[in-house]
Antibody
């Protein structure tokens, strides 16, 4: 059974950093691209970043370019999202997703507030 | 970015009803359209991929149709466990974009 379990969320002050993790199991992690998707309170879903199966290619939405970094450790079957210079508009539930968004984790809440 | 206009935003229906939810893309996305179900507090679940392919394990009362810019998710006979929010996703063009969602409740 495919499982994606996010961790690392919480409350953080504007301008500070936070790193999310997503532990994958039930499939060969190194064969799949992975992505992060977020959903702000009362808003729709928004793609954040994607990484290729081997980590050689990464893609970001414009609003997070230069602030967020997606990475992966295939030996640990873990996906990461390093978030720097956080803003209030980054407040959202962040979901880890596999490939073409076929499996999703339950999400982790990130609140950016002073 | 491709805009996905989903309708209706809210839907109330009775058990056994046929329910349809629509997504309209702002430009041609071929058949690269997925449908998801999200129950309160749960991870989104893929129902339909590439417009009309049923994901493994999903009941056959769910179906998808459409191509180009207009797509439909149909629940042929609504069941109580189908109460959820449904949303679409286009993955034809970068960046992938989502519909705003349809909240489905029982009448």
């Amino acid at each position: 059974e495919v499982q994606l379990v996010e961790s690392g969320g919480g409350l953080v002050q504007p301008g500070r950093s936070m790193k999310l993790s997503c532990a994958a199991s039930g499939f060969t992690f190194s064969n799949y691209g992975m992505a992060w998707v977020r959903q702000a309170p009362t808003k729709g879903l928004e793609w954040v970043a994607t990484i290729s199966y081997d980590g050689s290619s990464t893609y970001y939405r414009d609003s997070v370019k230069g602030r967020f970094t997606i990475s992966r450790d295939n030996a640990k079957s873990t996906l990461y999202l390093q978030m720097n210079s956080l803003r209030s508009e980054d407040t959202a539930t962040y979901y880890c997703t596999r490939g073409y968004f076929d499996y999703w984790g339950q999400g982790v809440m990130v609140t950016v507030s002073s | 970015d491709i805009q996905m206009t989903q309708s209706p935003s809210f839907l109330s229906a009775s058990v056994g009803d046929r329910v349809t939810i629509n997504c309209k893309a702002s430009q041609n996305i071929n058949r690269y359209l997925n449908w998801y179900q999200q129950k309160l507090g749960e991870a989104p679940k893929l129902l339909i991929y590439n417009a009309n392919s049923l994901q493994t394990g999903i009941p056959s009362r769910f179906s998808g149709s459409g191509s180009g810019t207009d797509f439909t998710l149909t629940i042929s006979s609504l069941q109580p466990e189908d109460v959820a929010t449904y949303f679409c996703l286009q993955h034809n063009s970068w960046p992938p974009t989502f519909g705003a969602g349809t909240k489905l409740e029982l009448k």
